[in-house]
């Protein structure tokens, strides 16, 4: 990777977290830590402004952002690969946001380039074995409050058909059994609790923040499953 690359590289990874630190970027693109710091000066001479918090890393300063980088052929042909796999995987929701998405990345693509997207895109199909199941289009809205950490309120129906109103806080999606998984904090069982989104009848975000402290994070949750 020459010089120029690695800035933009490294400007990207600075974009895309809120803190990053020296050793991450050095391992990320193999190179030594003396570099990095000599790009980060590199990058604050031409007016980018990074900030640096003790303990936390590298952070570029709110209000700044870098313009649509020309992707790869190969990077295109990647994502058009996995919004292909939202067909069969997300909601009627999340498939409009992710053929927005695609839209964008689209327009962004070289001229040559974009018949050649537009080509594979028409050339990768994912099966959808026909169900009886009504789909729910509740992932979006779900993401919101996971991310928001807002207080959801969902009609349910158990494996038993029996219906119950539950006022849950959201930590994570989960997709194991070819389906989506909510899990949450219940606050009627007053423990955590694993909800299949497709038996989520209605859903409200309440937009409340959550009441319950200190929260599991998802992945510990599901380490402690096994």
């Known amino acids: 990777m020459n010089r120029i690359d690695r800035l933009i590289a490294t400007l990207t990874t600075l974009q895309s977290k809120k803190f990053v630190t020296a050793d991450f970027i050095a391992d990320k693109y193999e190179i030594s830590i003396r570099t990095v710091y000599r790009d980060l000066k590199a990058l604050g001479e031409i007016g980018v402004p990074i ?4 303990g936390r890393g590298y952070s570029i300063l709110q209000g ?3 313009p649509p980088v020309l992707l790869t052929s190969e990077e295109a042909n990647a994502l058009i690969l996995i919004s292909s796999l939202s067909e069969k995987f997300a909601d ?3 498939k409009k946001h992710i053929a927005n998405a695609l839209s964008k990345i689209k327009a962004v693509l ?3 380039d974009k018949g050649k997207a537009d080509n594979l895109q028409s050339q990768i199909k994912i099966y959808n074995p026909p169900t009886t199941e009504e789909p729910t289009d509740f992932l979006t809205e779900i993401q919101n409050a996971i991310t928001n950490k807002t207080e959801l309120e969902i009609e349910y129906v158990n494996n038993s058909s029996e219906h119950s109103k539950r006022k849950i806080e959201p930590i994570g999606l989960t997709f194991y059994s070819n389906q989506w998984h ?3 904090w219940c606050w009627t069982r007053s423990a955590y609790r694993d909800f299949k989104v497709n038996r989520i009848s209605k859903l409200t975000n309440r937009q409340e923040p959550f009441k319950k402290q200190n929260h599991y994070d998802i992945n510990d949750y599901i380490k402690s499953l096994v």
């Open 51 to 54: 900030a640096f918090e003790d």
């Open 64 to 66: 700044f952002f870098l």
């Open 92 to 94: 009627k929701t999340t």
């Open 110 to 112: 070289r001229t040559v």
């Open 182 to 184: 909510l899990i949450a």
